[in-house]
């Protein structure tokens, strides 16, 4: 006796999807994704490792390196500027209210200046300029890519992941930590100026109750870890813009992607080497 | 589409009718280029199926065939841009499948390619495009290379464009600056991707006799890769048509428009 023999036919149809086939299917829409991720990885490494090479070769491209310095860093600095005095203000005026409520109003300078230079200044900057630098990196190196210029510079003899990767990638790695110290200053300021809107104190005085307890590794190690957001940047960037394909949609997905990428590392970057410096730094 | 028949093979020692001239840009006496059973797929599409072909020195050979028959990539296999699956690659006597990065970049400097689109950087003039190759690989002062690209740009009739962006000059007129670009180094060997495509008749005939021109002036071996068969009669000493990965025939435009091949006359009289 066959053993569907007591199933009614009705029920043994041929359009409902037998358990092992949807487990399969189940399991390639997983891996898919997780599949696609880790080509991405791989290829990153690849590429990485590339400009790795390229960079220890003469000539050293120092008139590119000086151009790409003043694209990323100079160009850059009118955002980063605003961004970290709209942060300052924000949150001066937001942190006014809690303190006061605490009768802890004289800590407002040391909590503003803390919060800046610790976290808020570096992660602003880093995602102000992964949105700027990475974007345009993404699109100006996809555009070349599909006009044929990255060809061009390899057909005469140059090595583009030297001369477009390696310099772009060098720029943003120098240039953030030095953009974060104006996100820094531009947000004290303007974090005073909110604050002395309200009840009038001098800067002077604001800047002294601010750094009263703050030493030299506040600053340095903070500030030096937006040199790895600079490196993601760069390095995704330039990883994006470089394997762009298909015309000038390509170029748009490509500016996209770098961006997205470009922040979703910076923040994770972020919370890594916050653990660390705690370690470290304590 | 059916396979041709009768594909007749003309070698190239039955058609050179003029022999041209030595090229001055290499000091090589053999073949200029040399393919031998080189193949390439992209995934599952087979590009180029064993293709065998000689340029000779200071002959300008050109490539036709239809759209996606390889022959971009096949210019861009002889430069190094990409890697062949497999085959030989002499250039001037040197393969060049296994070298290294820095020793390709020694061969690219004897050749000059000219993009489809002209590929000029787009943030530099067109002075730097010109001044690009001869900033890295020569030791030219700034006067001697300032020198050598208004007589390059004097050589493509564009010395009014020196100080200008590729936006802000025509199609026709970037061909020129990416021509002089490319014969910056006074390359042996010249690869010229669509050199007319996109252009008026009137601006392709002009591009046509400068090519020649140039030719006249450098003595370079040239592969020409174009679908204009007028272009390819007036600067060609030797034709080759592409078809299914391999050289279907090569010859003369003349022996080309004789063929009793069904694929070669359709080809050839597309535009007659």
């Known amino acids: 006796m066959s053993h569907n023999a007591s199933i009614p036919h009705r029920l043994i149809s041929q359009d409902v999807p037998q358990v092992p086939s949807l487990m399969r299917a189940t399991l390639t829409s997983l891996w898919s994704p997780f599949n696609g991720f880790l080509e991405w990885f791989g290829e990153l490494g690849i590429f990485a490792w590339q400009v790795m090479r390229a960079a220890v070769r003469r000539p050293f491209e120092g008139r590119e390196l000086m151009r790409q310095l003043d694209e990323i860093g100079s160009k850059s600095l009118p955002l980063v500027a605003l961004a970290g005095a709209a942060i300052g203000a924000v949150l001066s005026l937001q942190s006014r209210s809690s303190l006061v409520h605490f009768g802890a109003k004289s800590m407002l300078p040391a909590a503003l200046v803390f919060s800046i230079i610790h976290e808020t200044g570096p992660i602003v900057t880093g995602l102000v300029v992964s949105g700027r630098v990475g974007a345009g990196i993404g699109a100006e190196l996809g555009s070349m890519k599909v006009t044929e210029q990255i060809d061009a510079i390899e057909a005469s003899g140059v090595n583009p992941y030297k001369y477009l990767a390696f310099t772009r990638i060098v720029a943003c790695i120098v240039m953030l930590p030095l953009l974060t110290l104006a996100a820094d200053f531009f947000g004290v300021l303007f974090g005073w100026l909110a604050d002395t809107l309200v009840d009038p104190i001098s800067f002077t005085k604001f800047i002294h109750r601010g750094f009263a307890g703050t030493t030299f590794s506040d600053f340095l190690a903070p500030t030096c870890r ?57 | 589409m059916t396979l041709p028949e009768q594909a007749v093979l003309v070698g190239p020692e039955e058609t050179a009718a003029v022999s041209p ?41 050109a490539m036709l065939g239809r759209s996606g028959t390889g022959k971009s990539v096949l210019l861009k296999l002889i430069i190094g841009l990409q890697k062949p699956d497999s085959g030989s690659i002499l250039v001037q006597g040197q393969e060049i499948t296994s070298l290294d990065l820095q020793a390709m970049n020694e061969i690219r400097k004897k050749m000059g390619f000219l993009f489809q689109g002209a590929a000029l950087y787009d943030s530099l003039t067109v002075e730097q495009n010109i001044a690009f190759p001869l900033k890295r690989h020569t030791k030219m002062t700034k006067s001697e290379r300032r020198d050598r690209v208004k007589e390059l740009l004097a050589s493509v009739g564009m010395e009014s464009a020196l100080k200008k962006m590729p936006s802000d000059i025509s199609g026709g007129m970037q061909k020129r600056v990416g021509l002089a670009r490319a014969l910056a180094l006074k390359p042996g060997i010249l690869l010229l991707d669509e050199p007319t495509a996109g ?66 006359s359709a080809f050839m009289q597309r535009d007659s």
């Open chain 2, 21 to 61: 001239p030595e090229s001055s840009g290499g000091e090589h006496e053999g073949p200029a280029v040399v393919l031998r059973g080189l193949h390439k797929s992209f995934g599952s599409q087979i590009v180029l199926d064993g293709i065998n072909l000689t340029v000779k020195s200071g002959e300008t050979l």
């Open chain 1, 226 to 282: 937006t040199a790895i957001f600079g490196l993601i940047i760069g390095m995704i960037g330039c990883f994006q813009g470089m394997r762009t394909q298909g015309g000038t949609a390509g170029v748009g997905i490509s500016a996209t992607s770098s961006v997205v990428m470009s922040s979703l590392f910076v923040i994770l970057a972020d919370v890594v080497l916050v653990k660390l410096i705690l370690v470290f730094f304590p």
């Open chain 2, 199 to 264: 252009l008026d008749p009137i601006t392709s005939a002009e591009i046509d006799e400068l090519i020649l021109k140039l030719q006249e002036e450098h003595h370079m071996a040239s592969v020409v890769v174009t679908h204009d068969l007028q272009s390819a009669k007036t600067i060609a000493d030797r034709i080759a048509l592409l078809y299914e990965g391999n050289v279907l025939i090569e010859g003369s435009f003349q022996d080309l428009e004789k063929s009793n091949n069904r694929f070669v």
